[in-house]
């Protein structure tokens, strides 16, 4: 499964830019990754991963702006479609997991 954080956090003073940089900053630290400015991406291994990764953010967020959280599975995520101007991007490589039989 994945988790996708979209934000849009006020950056009008310098206190604001403190938090949305420090909230950035966060989800690097957690192991997100940055797909855009204000989209970041991370793999959770079970839904109890997920969860916990979901309580983190919550945790960490700033006192002003919007936040969304969305969780998708690996088949979703294999059908993302990343645009670069008129092209279309080299898709993601889904992240290897190992099956147990």
């Known amino acids: 499964m994945w988790l996708m954080v979209l934000f849009d ?3 009008l003073t310098e206190d604001n830019r403190k ?3 420090g909230f950035r900053n966060t ?3 957690m192991g ?3 797909m855009q400015f204000s989209a970041y991406l991370k793999f959770a291994s079970s839904q109890a991963a997920l969860d ?4 983190r953010v919550e ?3 700033p006192p002003h702006g919007k936040v969304t959280c969305i969780a998708f599975t690996d ?3 294999e059908r993302m ?3 670069w101007g008129s092209k279309q991007a080299k898709s993601n490589v889904c992240v290897n997991q190992y099956d147990l039989f």
């Open 9 to 11: 956090l006020p950056t």
């Open 59 to 61: 945790a960490a967020l």
């Open 81 to 83: 479609r990343h645009f």
């Open 52 to 55: 916990v990764i979901s309580v």
């Open 75 to 77: 088949k979703q995520y």
């Open 27 to 29: 989800l690097l630290d």
């Open 32 to 34: 997100f990754e940055r």
């Open 19 to 21: 938090e949305a940089n």
